[in-house]
């Protein structure tokens, strides 16, 4: 008589546990610098930008490709549209509720926005000391961005009460990515395109300011080309859609640059007010 013997291969559960080994709580947190958490915390908003990015691009290529499927037809066209557009405003959302955090604690914009002089100074120093740059121009670039996530980190009633347009779209966005049902359905919320292209232009601008300083070694065209290949990647999609870039009328780096290297007041009023216009999104 003839035995069949069955073995079960356990070799996924067993590299499984190694893993939560591995991941399971040693000690107590690590304890960041304030320059340590300074640098982190915008390197996050850097990586976040080029996520939201061509997120957008996506999400306006779903939306407005309206009954159309894009290149894919019939019933998958429809459901690779509806995925397509939930992920890529969740990915919007998400990116910018992270970015301007308005936690007192940890990486998150409100902290970001706490740091002192002496603490800019501190990154400032180490900005220059690998992008070429000067300690004065790195500090300059930086005392812009506290500003910003001065006015922009703050809880939703606030920036919904009293802030201005950027502000007020970042609440918009935030709520949708704070909400529990955004996470649940497809159903409209209180924002808009251009909301989104605001908001996702404003995170691009402070990507590039971060990039120049903290990933100099990248080409200073690195969002213009990430911009260009993520709309020709949706219109690949959805050929439907508007042809129209967010950064088609102006450089990206030379226009971020001059944010900063204008002084705190006008720098801001730019990203805060007058980036829709400058982009001819409005």
């Given at each position: 008589?003839?035995?069949?013997?069955?073995?079960?291969?356990?070799?996924?559960?067993?590299?499984?546990?190694?893993?939560?080994e591995r991941l399971k709580p040693s000690g107590p947190p690590m304890q960041l610098?304030?320059?340590?958490?300074?640098?982190?915390?915008?390197?996050?908003?850097?990586?976040?930008?080029?996520?939201?990015?061509?997120?957008?691009?996506?999400?306006?290529?779903?939306?407005?490709?309206?009954?159309?499927?894009?290149?894919?037809?019939?019933?998958?066209?429809?459901?690779?549209?509806?995925?397509?557009?939930?992920?890529?405003?969740?990915?919007?959302?998400?990116?910018?509720?992270?970015?301007?955090?308005?936690?007192?604690?940890?990486?998150?914009?409100?902290?970001?926005?706490?740091?002192?002089?002496?603490?800019?100074t501190a990154v400032a120093e180490y900005w220059a000391s690998s992008s070429g740059?000067?300690?004065?121009?790195?500090?300059?670039?930086?005392?812009?961005?506290?500003?910003?996530?001065?006015?922009?980190?703050?809880?939703?009633?606030?920036?919904?009460?009293?802030?201005?347009?950027?502000?007020?779209?970042?609440?918009?966005?935030?709520?949708?990515?704070?909400r529990s049902a955004a996470h649940l359905s497809l159903e409209s919320y209180e924002?808009?395109?251009?909301?989104?292209?605001?908001?996702?232009?404003?995170?691009?601008?402070?990507?590039?300011?971060?990039?120049?300083?903290?990933?100099?070694?990248?080409?200073?065209?690195?969002?213009?080309?990430?911009?260009?290949?993520?709309?020709?990647?949706?219109?690949?999609?959805?050929?439907?859609?508007?042809?129209?870039?967010?950064?088609?009328?102006?450089?990206?780096?030379?226009?971020?640059?001059?944010?900063?290297?204008?002084?705190?007041?006008?720098?801001?009023?730019?990203?805060?007010?007058?980036?829709?216009?400058?982009?001819?999104?409005?």
């Amino acid at each position: 008589m003839a035995k069949i013997i069955l073995t079960v291969d356990r070799s996924a559960e067993h590299v499984l546990a190694e893993r939560a080994e591995r991941l399971k709580p040693s000690g107590p947190p690590m304890q960041l610098n304030p320059l340590e958490r300074a640098v982190h915390f915008l390197r996050g908003v850097n990586s976040r930008a080029t996520m939201a990015l061509p997120a957008f691009y996506l999400f306006h290529g779903a939306k407005a490709s309206g009954e159309h499927t894009g290149m894919i037809q019939g019933y998958p066209g429809v459901v690779l549209k509806h995925v397509i557009e939930f992920s890529s405003i969740s990915t919007i959302s998400l990116s910018c509720r992270k970015a301007f955090d308005h936690g007192a604690s940890g990486l998150t914009g409100a902290n970001f926005a706490k740091n002192s002089d002496e603490t800019l100074t501190a990154v400032a120093e180490y900005w220059a000391s690998s992008s070429g740059r000067s300690v004065d121009e790195a500090f300059t670039a930086l005392y812009l961005l506290r500003a910003i996530f001065k006015d922009c980190a703050k809880t939703d009633t606030a920036l919904l009460n009293a802030a201005a347009p950027l502000g007020r779209r970042i609440a918009l966005l935030k709520q949708h990515a704070n909400r529990s049902a955004a996470h649940l359905s497809l159903e409209s919320y209180e924002f808009s395109t251009l909301d989104c292209a605001h908001v996702v232009a404003a995170l691009t601008m402070l990507g590039e300011v971060i990039r120049s300083f903290d990933n100099s070694h990248e080409q200073p065209t690195y969002f213009d080309t990430l911009d260009e290949a993520s709309l020709s990647a949706a219109r690949q999609l959805f050929p439907s859609m508007p042809d129209m870039r967010l950064f088609a009328n102006i450089k990206i780096e030379m226009q971020a640059r001059l944010c900063w290297q204008w002084g705190g007041e006008r720098g801001r009023q730019m990203l805060l007010e007058q980036l829709p216009y400058a982009i001819g999104w409005f």
